[in-house]
């Protein structure tokens, strides 16, 4: 049966631009857009559960009858899956600011920084509006048993540690007994709240690096922070209790003429082993697959850096996983990872 496991189990709180969706993920195919939840459903400020329910119903029957809305169509993650409703969420992502202390070559995610020099992150902070009240709208799902005990709750942003509720919302779902926090950062800014997270075995860190050597670092970061992102790494890694058994995992964005080496990628799965990473992902930045319209050259060339960062990992006797970006490499060239 047509239907979409996004919009059968999630929901995505957004910046204000873009606010309260169904799904995750752009639909690559036609550029409409996220699906928003209706202003029928989300006033702003509260969420009508019962109208959410039965919205997200319409919209799955939709989907299966092959009228679906103009954001859905064509989307790839359009499938052949049952569809079952229980009247729950199983994926919360949290992504409601766009402020950020570093300044990727490869982000479009992130507020533009007002001085190359000097990220005045701060001056967004007095800037920043909050779109809608998160911790209330996630205490008012669980009053609601809307939320699936076993629920992901998803962190990116922007940066989510910056975001002046973080800590305040990764402690109120360890308290309540989430046990499936994913936190994406760029690992500056060091947290208790993540520390905790870590210890009570709830919370994965994925640490966008990107580099294995200072230098590298800072020409695809944009700012001086090596040093500090691995020294709060480890802290993290040593907060760990024996029970762990979470993902402490590092990730690297592959962008082309910045940081596309051998060298870099072996730096880097060294300093991730030595840091205390379970697990290293490798990845080829979004835009990349737009811009290069499958250049044979560049296919092979990202090809044979997956191949190399494949076996290092393995030798090196690390956890390793492949990207959606990376593995559509594969599948263009015909070829099965290593
Ligand atoms: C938007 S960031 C937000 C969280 C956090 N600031 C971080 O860097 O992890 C979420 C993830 O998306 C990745 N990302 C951002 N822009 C991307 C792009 N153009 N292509 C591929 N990955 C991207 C980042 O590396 C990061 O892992
Ligand atoms: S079909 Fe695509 S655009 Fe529609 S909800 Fe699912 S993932 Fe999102
Ligand atoms: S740290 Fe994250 S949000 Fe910030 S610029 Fe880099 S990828 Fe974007």
Redesign the pocket.
Known sequence: MRNCNNLNTSICFNYKRIGVTYCTLTNAYNGKGWPKISSEVFDGTKIDWNKFFEERSKDISAIQSGCERLECKNCQQIKNIDFYDDKKIRYVLL?PWQI?N?N?V?????AETISPKALNYFQYYEEYEEPYDMLSIIKDMILNNVLADDAVID???????LYPKFDDLVYFFIDNGFKNII?????IKYSKAIELGIKENAVSL???I?AGTKKCHEKVKGVKSFDKVWHNFKKYSKSRKKNYTKRLCT?Y?IVPGINDSEKELEEFIKQSIKNGATQVAL??????LNEMNYEKALLNHLYNLSEFWILKAKTSNIQYML?P?IEYVYQKLEKQPF
Do not use: M, R
């Open positions: 992504s950020c570093s990727c490869y982000c479009l995610g992130h962190f990116a942003g922007g940066e989510p540690t936190i994406h950062t760029n690992n994925i640490i966008s990107d990730k964005v990845n080829v930045y979004n835009q990349l990207f970006n």
